[in-house]
């Protein structure tokens, strides 16, 4: 499905990716953790097109990507739910879920639907449907984020940060939700997340990126026992 390979890029002069390499196959739960500053928002953008990689290959269902327009990358199915959820404040919930079938030329039965699962997945959605997105707190944001990434009908959906600034209950709640549609849609998923132990739970595989790098990979429950990622992540 996604296949990053050797992907080099930049800030300026400070090198922020260092030849990271990774794979999402069909239906996989794929988690990235890492400490601040490591990386890990660079890669979702670089996969994007928000931030151009110097050297490597970005490719999606065995076309490459990278270089594209980050417009033309959306239209090929990739949706990215920004860290810091980034909805349209100023207009309403269901504003903001039109404006995620955007691109798809829905017809109005199809959009309905499309609608009403948002609200069956996300019934609090539908009962501030008519309020301002900017009204709404952190975790009613974050659902709409990703209801608003999930209008669009995505072939490969990608979260950075989903639990940044949520209580404890609402970080449970959206994880529960974030396999729920993999589960449901059967969609393949990559999750950035500082919550380690959460994003090694929910997902059957993980990188762990340090300083730009792959520091370590493999089976999400096998990481979960490493002494190194104990220490590190878990609090061990």
Do not use: C
């Given at each position: 499905m996604l296949?990053?390979?050797?992907?080099?890029?930049?800030?300026?002069?400070?090198?922020?990716?260092?030849?990271?390499?990774l794979h999402v196959e069909d239906?996989?739960?794929?988690?990235?953790?890492?400490?601040?500053?490591?990386?890990?928002?660079?890669?979702?953008?670089?996969?994007?097109?928000?931030?151009?990689?110097?050297?490597?290959?970005?490719?999606?269902?065995?076309?490459?990507i990278n270089g594209k327009v980050t417009s033309s990358i959306v239209r090929r199915g990739i949706v990215y739910i920004p860290e810091g959820r980034e909805v349209f404040a100023n207009m309403t919930v269901l504003e903001n879920l039109e404006m995620g079938a955007y691109s798809k030329p829905y017809s109005s039965k199809e959009l309905k639907e499309h609608l009403e699962e948002m609200y069956t997945l996300y019934p609090r959605l539908h009962e501030r449907r008519s309020q301002k997105a900017g009204s709404l707190s952190g975790g009613e944001q974050q659902m709409l984020a990703i209801a608003r990434g999930l209008m669009s009908d995505p072939a490969l959906l990608m979260c950075d940060e989903p639990s940044l600034g949520l209580?404890?209950?609402?970080?449970?709640?959206?994880?529960?939700?974030?396999?729920?549609?993999?589960?449901r849609r059967k969609i393949p998923i990559l999750v950035v997340e500082q919550n380690a132990y959460m994003a090694l739970t929910i997902s059957s595989r993980c990188y762990v990126l340090e300083n730009g790098e792959i520091k370590s990979h493999g089976a999400s429950k096998k990481l979960m026992d490493s002494p190194d990622i104990k220490k590190a992540y878990l609090g061990g």
């Open positions: 296949k990053i390979e050797n992907v080099n890029a930049f800030y300026g002069a400070v090198q922020a990716l260092h030849d990271v390499s239906g996989e739960i794929i988690a990235i953790i890492g400490s601040n500053g490591a990386g890990k928002s660079t890669l979702m953008k670089a996969i994007m097109g928000l931030v151009k990689p110097r050297s490597g290959a970005v490719t999606f269902r065995d076309e490459a209580a404890p209950v609402i970080v449970d709640e959206m994880f529960d939700t974030i396999v729920l549609v993999n589960k």
